[in-house]
């Protein structure tokens, strides 16, 4: 095993087709494919033309012998007998060697097809019409020549490589060959040496050239194809759709198309020549191998190949067969006397190979007479009478329900494989179907090739199929294009393409404290063509820590235990120029003095504070350097207004400007780009800014928000459609959540008390977002300094001073999309899935008074889409609030909430009251009755209807947990209520009425 892998090892290491060295080629000399005569005349007649010159015929495809070293990878390799000479008793010595294989071909000089299949023809009608001399007998008399017989000759070059087995041009001539069973041996035949002394002569040793140069008339000469690229697309089927391929069997078929050929290549084949067919298993390995097969040519096959077939074999050979011509030579034409009825049979298997389902093919044994007299019962699959009548009645086994209800008798045929003649009928005629169809298409699409191509070879510009449509669907394509790189390909194919895609090429503009940020972005707004085209703006609220820039320690310390790959080649390159330079020096020194400049030493220089465990590439001073810089730039932004001129600058040459959003440097990630590789784009080996509220929990982006809050107010036009604080593509909620650190898994929010003191002493502060479409708003409740006061100084703040009513309420007749996240319920799905069950019950009870308080009394008048996450409500609430969108809500995401009531019932309840297209129901709840989550139950609120959100794919264990008894040990929803609420109303955390 151990030497045939080493012999695989290197058939895969051959040499590959190299260039000769005495070819010159000047491509400064070389003219564009398109200037010469020959592609001016239209592409109908250049196929023609190509057609001449390869030319027709048969291939013939045969493995011979090779070496384990050939530069063409053996398709088999294997222990066989040679023969070792004669031992001193005279006995043949035969010993074990390894003979490798490979497929070869030659052009066949016998086309012989026609007239063979003619014979076989007449034969059959009258065999008293032929004549002795039509039949060639062999010399061994008594049957026709087989096919390799006829084609002896065309087999030469391949039989020179085949030591031992085949004899050329020695006493039996040049039309029989002769196998080592014979006891002639070609090395010990002085007849075959002698005629092999010549061929040498004359051609050279025996190797692929010199054959090619001895039997050039057996070669297909494709230099054509190495003319120029054009000439290869247009012309690289025209072989493989004009000859014939000759095999063996259809084993060999299946290894030359799966070993030799490309897929393009067995897609182009469409006429072959079989030898011998054995049965039904050749017809489906030879359907395998080459799928678009037209023309079967087959010499001999064993009587009633298909009787061994099976039905679930036959279906699908029928219904993919692309089979248009067969042709079959009589199964007894070898012998002196015919068969009755050989003729008629031949007959029926060129006609069954043809037809294109199960359908026709019993259909054409239908119409035949004596069935059950030719073929017997060996092909019931086919001749269908014994099968159909045993399936037409009830089996003895089934019941009498099954035979008597259509559904179950329909059902129990199905399962039987047996199906009625109006069902074949309505096959056939589909099948008719997909066929004009796609006779149809193949026309349009010639049609539209043909046009394209007389435009340019005619040097004409003419309008593609593509251009032709109108603008908007144009429009609307290019706007579905998500990358950059696409857009840009895109312009640069034709004028048309250019102005259509341009306004998607730069769809949205970055705000940072960061220089080069700033810069691209006035770059931008100056151009008086993208400028136009911009809708959306992000905020990018992360930060440059002071502390990092006073402490360097602290940003070495930073570097050594992050995860992310910093490079270290600024240190050293920056020692290595060094060093290089003081040798230079060195060198051009004079002799008498150059003892006394020694090599420096970077250990001595640099001191013992910087060596040890404190390795002076940890410090990455570059990397330092350049956060400095960006420091003190985001000092100097800060300081001065630049922020709100910049603006007032965005909402006056930004007129198409629709949504902003706030977030961090990770939402500047493109596809499948990791965090490391994001950051090093970014910023280069220093580290990234910090992000508030995540990697420093003790902050919030409150700043930033109310920032972006005023001037959306004050600066907009009153035309913004969203604004959101959305997740980074890295956060739990997206695709490429798997390609980050933990400390990158969430997003910043803001507090729900957030200071608006300013914004809220208008009458009508949020006036000028009246148009918002879009609402994305995590809150922080827990985070607040309200949070910590009673119940009844929270529901008062959340009734008359949070910025978030307002909010909600200025946009509600419009708004048509709502996500509203409560970022404190990650305290709640850690709780419940630790060990240590530590939940401060307050949590519960803020987020159930904010909901009661804050959202439920908002009427929404256009609401689509709701989200609520990570909230605590209870049934009688949610129900009172959703029953006022009964006639625009469609899709509904109420995820990892805790739900004080029945998910059942509640369900029940959407289902027969809400018209609902789409749901994801993930939560936390309190089973009263002790049931568990039901796996059905977004069914259930749906009423049947198909869900067009795809539900989330959580453990057994979230969709059965008692949060009641894992949080507190208790089953009684009242003690439940009376721990988490106390002694405060139930109303306000329940209904939406005031208290």
């Known amino acids: 095993m151990a030497s045939y892998l080493d012999d695989r090892l290197r058939c895969l290491k051959g040499t590959p ?30 196929i023609k033309i190509y057609g001449y010159v390869f030319g027709s015929g048969n291939i013939h495809i045969v493995s011979r012998e090779c070496t384990s070293a050939d530069s063409w990878m053996p398709c088999y390799s294997g222990l066989t007998d040679r023969h070792a000479g004669v031992d001193d008793r005279g006995r043949t010595i035969i010993k074990k060697a390894r003979e490798y294989r490979k497929s070869s071909y030659s052009i066949c000089i016998n086309n012989d097809w026609e007239r063979v299949y003619g014979l076989s023809k007449r034969y059959g009608l009258s065999p008293q019409e032929i004549d002795d001399d039509s039949m060639h007998y062999s010399w061994l008399g008594g049957y026709w020549e087989d096919h390799e017989e006829r084609h002896v000759r065309c087999l030469r070059p391949l039989h020179d490589f085949q030591p031992g087995e085949f004899v050329l041009l020695c006493e039996y001539g040049e039309y029989l060959r002769t196998r080592p069973l014979n006891e002639h041996i070609r090395e010990e035949c002085d007849k075959c040496q002698e005629v092999l002394a010549r061929h040498q002569e004359h051609a050279g040793p025996t190797k692929p050239d010199g054959a090619a140069k001895l039997h050039h008339e057996t070669s297909l000469h494709l230099q054509l194809f190495q003319v120029c690229r054009k000439i290869y697309v247009e012309a690289f089927k025209i ?91 009589r199964n007894d034409i070898y012998h002196s006397a015919p068969q009755h009825g050989s003729q008629e049979q031949s007959d029926f298997v060129e006609q069954l190979l043809i037809c294109k389902s199960i359908s026709a093919a019993r259909a054409l044994v239908k119409n035949r007479r004596n069935t059950s007299k030719e073929f017997g019962s060996r092909i019931r699959w086919l001749t269908g009478t014994p099968v159909i009548e045993q399936n037409r009645g009830p089996r003895p086994s089934e019941s009498v329900v099954t035979s008597k209800v259509p559904v179950l008798r329909h059902a129990r045929n199905i399962v039987n494989g047996f199906r009625s003649e109006h069902e074949i009928e309505i096959e056939r005629l589909k099948a008719e179907l997909a066929d004009a169809r796609h006779e149809i298409s193949e026309l349009k699409g010639a049609n539209e090739r043909r046009t394209l191509e007389v435009m340019v070879d005619a040097g004409t510009p003419g309008p593609s199929p593509v251009s032709a449509l109108p603008a908007e669907l144009l429009t609307r394509i290019f706007s579905f294009l998500s990358t950059r790189a696409d857009i840009a390909s895109y312009r640069l194919v034709c004028r048309g393409f250019r102005e259509h895609s341009s306004p998607f090429l730069i769809t949205e503009v970055v705000y940072a404290a960061r220089v080069e940020t700033i810069a691209r972005l006035f770059d931008i707004m100056e151009h008086p063509y993208f400028s136009k085209h911009v809708t959306s703006l992000l905020y990018d609220a992360s930060f440059y820590d002071e502390e990092k820039v006073q402490n360097p320690a602290v940003y070495a310390e930073l570097v050594r235990n992050s995860e992310e790959t910093f490079s270290d080649d600024d240190i050293s390159s920056m020692e290595d120029a060094y060093i290089d330079l003081w040798c230079r020096m060195k060198e051009n020194m004079p002799a008498r003095i150059r003892h006394m400049m020694p090599t420096p030493d970077i ?14 590439q940890a410090f990455y001073y570059q990397g330092l350097y350049q956060y400095s810089l960006a420091w003190e730039a985001q000092c100097y932004i800060h300081e001065s207004n630049l922020a709100k001129f910049l603006f007032e600058l965005i909402f006056c040459k930004l007129p198409k400007l629709r949504h902003v959003r706030m977030g961090d440097w990770r939402n500047l990630a493109r596809a499948d780009e990791t965090v490391d590789s994001l950051r090093f784009r970014l910023f280069g080996n220093m580290l990234a800014p910090t992000v508030r509220g995540i990697e420093t929990e003790w902050e919030t982006p409150w700043s930033d928000f109310v920032f972006i809050l005023e001037m959306c107010c004050c600066r907009s036009r009153g035309e913004l459609q969203s604004i959101s604080i959305g997740g980074h593509p890295y956060c739990s909620y997206s695709e490429m959540h798997s390609n980050f650190d933990g400390i990158f898994g969430y997003r910043p929010a803001v507090a729900f ?17 009246a148009s918002l479409k879009s609402l994305q708003l995590p809150l922080h409740i827990m985070q607040g300094r309200i949070a910590g006061e009673s119940p009844t100084e929270f529901t008062k703040y959340c009734r008359h001073d949070t910025f978030v009513g307002p909010l909600l309420r200025a946009c509600s007749n419009r708004l048509t999309c709502l996500e509203l996240t409560c970022e404190d319920g990650g305290l709640l799905a850690s709780a419940l899935n630790s060990e240590i069950m530590d939940l401060d019950p307050i949590a519960i009870q803020r987020g159930a008074a904010f909901l009661a308080n804050v959202l439920f009394p908002v009427r929404f008048t256009a609401l689509k889409h709701l989200e609520l996450r990570g909230w605590s409500f209870t049934q009688h609430g949610i129900k009172t609030f959703l029953i006022t969108m009964r006639g625009t809500l469609r899709k509904l995401l109420l995820l990892d909430n805790l739900f004080l009531g029945n998910s059942q019932r509640l369900a029940e309840w959407a289902g027969e009251n809400l018209l609902l297209d789409g749901v994801q129901i993930v939560n936390y709840e309190h089973h009263r009755d002790g049931r568990p989550y039901a796996r059905d139950l977004e069914d259930t609120w749906l009423a049947g209807r198909p869900n067009l959100l795809t539900p989330r794919q959580l453990g057994e264990d979230r969709r059965n947990f008692m949060v009641e008894s894992a949080v507190f040990g208790k089953a009684s929803r009242d003690d439940w209520e009376a721990d988490i609420f106390g002694s405060n109303h139930p109303a306000t955390f329940d209904s939406i009425e005031p208290v």
């Open 17 to 46: 087709a190299m260039r000769p060295e005495e070819a010159n080629v000047n491509s400064e000399d070389a003219n564009p494919q398109l200037s010469a005569l020959f592609f001016r005349l239209p592409l109908a007649i250049r």
């Open 239 to 329: 072989p493989y759709e004009q000859y014939i391929f000759d095999f063996t069997s259809c084993y060999a078929a299946k290894q030359f198309a799966g070993r030799v050929l490309t897929q393009r290549q067995v897609e182009s084949v469409h006429s072959i020549h079989l030898h011998h067919l054995d049965g039904f298993d050749d017809l489906l390995m030879l359907q395998n191998s080459f799928p678009l097969l037209k023309r079967l040519r087959v010499s001999s096959h064993r009587s009633l190949f298909f009787a061994d077939a099976k039905t679930p074999d036959v279906v699908p050979f029928f219904d993919n067969n692309a089979l248009e011509e067969a042709e079959v030579l």
């Open 603 to 616: 250990e001595v220089i640099l001191g013992d504070a910087f060596m040890g465990d404190r390795d002076p």
């Open 753 to 769: 008390d957030t200071n608006f003191e300013l914004l809220l002493s208008d009458d009508d502060p949020f006036e000028k977002l």
